[in-house]
Nanobody, 115 residues
Framework: QVQLVESGGGLVQPGGSLRLSCAAS????????MSWYRQAPGKERELVGT???????DYAHSVRGRFTISRDIAKNTVYLQMKSLKPEDTAIYYC?????????WGQGTQVTVSS
């Protein structure tokens, strides 16, 4: 059974940093690419970035240079390090595991950037 559990969200001031974690079970990082998505109020869910099975990372243009995805294979955990946060980064952030036509989702964690 696949489980993805996000944590680390919260309220942060503009310019601040936050690190999200995604504890994964039932998936192997050697088989699944791991992604972070986000959904702001009234907007569609968008891809933030992905770390491939081989560890290569790609990011949406809006977060490139500010966000970093990493993984700890021993802990089966994926991270999203966010810095220089902006109010427009406010959203629910979701962890996702994908391969072929399969995609699994976590429950999401709220990130609010506000002074």
């Amino acid at each position: 059974q696949v489980q993805l559990v996000e944590s680390g969200g919260g309220l942060v001031q503009p310019g601040g940093s936050l690190r999200l974690s995604c504890a994964a079970s039932g998936v192997s990082f050697s088989v699944y690419a791991m992604s972070w998505y986000r959904q702001a109020p009234g907007k569609e869910r968008e891809l933030v970035g992905t770390i491939s099975r081989l560890g290569r990372t790609d990011y949406a243009h809006s977060v490139r240079g500010r966000f970093t995805i990493s993984r700890d294979i021993a802990k089966n955990t994926v991270y999203l390090q966010m810095k220089s946060l902006k109010p427009e980064d406010t959203a629910i952030y979701y962890c996702s595991a994908g391969r072929d036509n399969l995609r699994y989702w976590g429950q999401g964690t709220q990130v609010t950037v506000s002074s």
